[in-house]
């Protein structure tokens, strides 16, 4: 996974609440077999008109927010469907950063998973960031990670609260199931004495290794 | 020992490793998966070289893309054909459990995890899919998790876990007739609001709760995560080991006493504390309605469509006037005079037997109005399907005009061709009103079983409480 430690970026607004993942990445695209490419179909529904046209009328499709790298919102970003495209479909489409006053838990904990920073601030801060962007074409923003500030060219310096183990993840762009893996011995003890694996009584009719074998 | 919520109780009992400052890492006891979020996953095992750590405790389903007509035809739509292949694949190459969409015990993940016996009190739970939250109706701590937690589980049985503060809502007073399971989730998500439960862990408790069957708690964990939760619960008690009894993968004889023994051994003890705490009196709730474009947007049958004018915070005032341009509704009009152009009774949240028994008991004798473009009744299984059919309910619902179709998630989320076209109006008896969830450009209802049968006869909403039913016990 790619680290995250500093990342400067021109910042786009979203001025919805309860922006849930069927929003980001609507089902006909939950069908596919990779990880990548989803950026084209981020929004899908909101930002494009039959044909595909751009959906003038969306915000993220006006001129000044192209290129945009950082997502600015409103509560519960990314409720709903524990979908991973959604925030696969936000990195790929150039995000970096989402800062909002809350995020459901479910996106919250993919983002972490995709070199996604998911910032939380207070409302009032939210509603200040969403003033100056609108105010200051092309305004950007400076995220660093390691002080956990977030500062503007217009004497703003914000700081944000992260749990330090994911931040130290993030920051080196660790791999989850390797760092698990470091506690393989505790996992096999743990599973000597906790026997879960169910016993079948009844005849069902699924395929499985014992089956193929007969 | 201090007093333990069962959510702790089940925490402890599979802490596998825990340092300070770091996620505890948590063992899974069963790891359910479905051709939708799974094949990444997979993928991203073979490239790192890891295999499946434990293919006994895992069980995959084709569910979510699967044709609700006749599935011995071609699968055409190309995109769900690799995906059902990647599963078959994926499966037979790392030994992994399969109910493919030809198995007599297929039906969706959650419907067919309770039914078949592999969701059991006590356990950890995991699928990739947010409604994991259903098998919490059990006492067992299920949640939903993204697709690179699914890899995680696949290697590693095991979840990176950040302790989640626990809810209590404790529902008192008698349900009213016409009023279920549906409706006192929908009334405390309107209640707690769509991130209310966020962060938290939810058990559910208190008469209105313990009174209802299995299949209504169900109904209730399920909808946990449109209330922000990752999990709800429900502790087990004669009611659950009861339903459980007899099951393909639960214990039988002795061994079935010694599994109730330690069950009982799971709820909350007296005085445990819980985060937070909420009330809800039922014994005067109506049924309800959802009007716009989240679980949270609902309303009394008996009420009216709301002002966004009468929202005092001005971000929850322009969400009513967009879900309100969305759903093309005008501020004070009655809920039962908005007019329905397709049903679809299905989903986990509302495909189960009783389900099925209270919907058919609305519509027997009577036919479906024809203002209604398609009714549909989509089991949440194969064998919900075979004991519908032995009991009638199929002849009752094609005598009325609806449609019989085979078991899978179908129009709750439209990844086969039971899509909801843009611009109608249906009732469902699903978990999710987003805009465009059941179709692009659709406009979704969430409503209970039966008043989703009686909308269809009606051509609209009803209060269905005049209509005597809907006290299955």
């Known amino acids: 996974m790619q680290p995250f430690r500093r990342h400067t970026g021109l910042v786009a607004p979203l001025d919805r609440v309860n922006v849930d993942t069927d929003q980001m990445i609507p089902k006909q695209f939950c069908k596919l077999l990779t990880r990548e490419g989803y950026g084209k179909f981020l929004f899908y529904d909101w930002r494009y008109l039959p044909g595909e046209r751009p959906n003038p009328a969306f915000e993220l499709n006006q001129p000044r927010y192209q290129g945009a790298s950082i997502l600015l919102t409103r509560a519960n970003f990314g409720c709903g469907s524990s979908r991973e495209h959604a925030p696969w479909g936000v990195a790929d489409y150039g995000f970096r950063v989402l800062i909002a006053p809350s995020f459901a838990d479910i996106f919250y904990n993919n983002c972490f998973k995709n070199g996604l920073l998911p910032i939380t601030l207070p409302d009032e801060q939210v509603d200040e960031l969403f003033r100056r962007t609108y105010a200051h074409p092309g305004y950007q923003l400076t995220v660093d990670l390691e002080a956990q500030t977030l500062s503007d060219d217009f004497d703003l310096t914000l700081t944000f609260p992260i749990d330090p183990f994911r931040k130290y993840c993030l920051l080196n762009g660790l791999d989850d199931i390797g760092l698990t893996l470091q506690h393989e011995d505790k996992i096999r003890a743990f599973e000597e004495k906790h026997q879960v694996t169910p016993v079948q009584y009844d005849d069902v009719d699924m395929w499985s290794p014992e089956r193929a074998a007969d | ?473």
């Open chain 2, 1 to 473: 020992m201090s007093k333990q919520t069962m959510y702790e109780k089940i925490w402890n009992a599979h802490l596998v490793h825990q340092e300070d400052g770091k996620p505890a890492l948590i063992y899974i006891d069963r790891h359910l998966i479905h051709e939708g979020t799974s094949p990444q996953a997979f993928a991203g095992l073979r490239a790192a070289g890891r295999r499946v750590r434990r293919p006994d405790l895992t069980f995959a389903v084709m569910d979510h893309s699967v044709s609700t007509k006749d599935r011995t035809l071609p699968v055409l739509d190309d995109n769900a054909r690799a995906q059902f292949e990647a599963l078959w694949r994926n499966c037979r190459e790392t030994g992994v459990r399969l109910f493919d969409m030809h198995s007599r015990h297929q039906g969706i993940v959650h419907i067919i995890g309770p039914e078949l016996g592999l969701t059991q009190p006590g356990l950890t739970i995991v699928c990739g899919d947010s409604h994991t939250s259903t098998h919490g109706a059990f006492g067992a701590l299920a949640f939903g998790i993204g697709t690179s937690e699914i890899e995680h589980v696949l290697a590693t049985q095991t979840l990176p876990q950040f302790k989640s503060k626990t809810m209590l809502i404790r529902v008192t007073g008698r349900r009213p007739p016409g009023v279920t399971a549906k409706d006192i989730i929908l009334a405390i998500i309107g209640k707690i609001g769509v991130a209310g439960g966020t962060g938290h862990v939810i058990e559910y408790a208190g008469e209105g709760v313990t009174a209802l069957s299995m299949e209504g708690r169900m109904t209730v964990c399920n909808m946990s995560i449109e209330a922000g939760a990752r999990a709800g619960m429900i502790a087990p008690d004669d009611t659950t080991f009861a339903w459980m009894e007899g099951r393909p993968f639960v214990p039988r004889g002795k061994d079935f006493q010694v599994a109730v023994e330690s069950w009982k051994t799971l709820p909350s003890d007296p005085g445990a504390r819980y985060d937070t705490v909420v009330e809800l009196d039922i014994s005067q709730l109506a049924p309800q309605v959802t009007w716009g474009t989240t679980p949270g947007m609902v309303a009394d049958v008996t009420g009216v469509v709301p002002d966004p004018a009468s929202f005092a915070d001005p971000i929850e005032r322009r969400a009513a006037e967009r879900a309100l341009e969305y759903m093309a509704l005008a501020p004070g009009t009655p809920i039962t005079s908005i007019p329905l152009d397709r049903v679809f009774i299905g989903s986990c949240t509302n495909s189960r037997l009783e389900d099925l028994r209270m919907a058919a008991q609305v519509v027997e004798g009577r036919r479906v109005s024809p203002r209604i473009k398609q009714a549909l009744v989509v089991p949440g299984s194969r064998l919900v399907k075979a004991q519908a059919e032995k009991e009638g309910l199929d002849r009752i619902f094609k005598a009325a005009g609806f449609e019989w179709r085979d078991a899978g998630c179908s129009m709750c989320i439209g990844m086969n061709d039971d899509v909801l076209p843009a611009g109608e109006r249906c009732a469902s008896t699903s978990n999710r009103n987003f805009e465009g969830r059941q179709g692009k450009g659709g406009r979704t209802h969430l409503v209970s079983p039966i008043m989703a049968a009686a909308a269809a006869i009606a051509g609209h909403f009803v209060d269905i409480r005049g209509w005597g039913v809907g006290l299955v016990e």
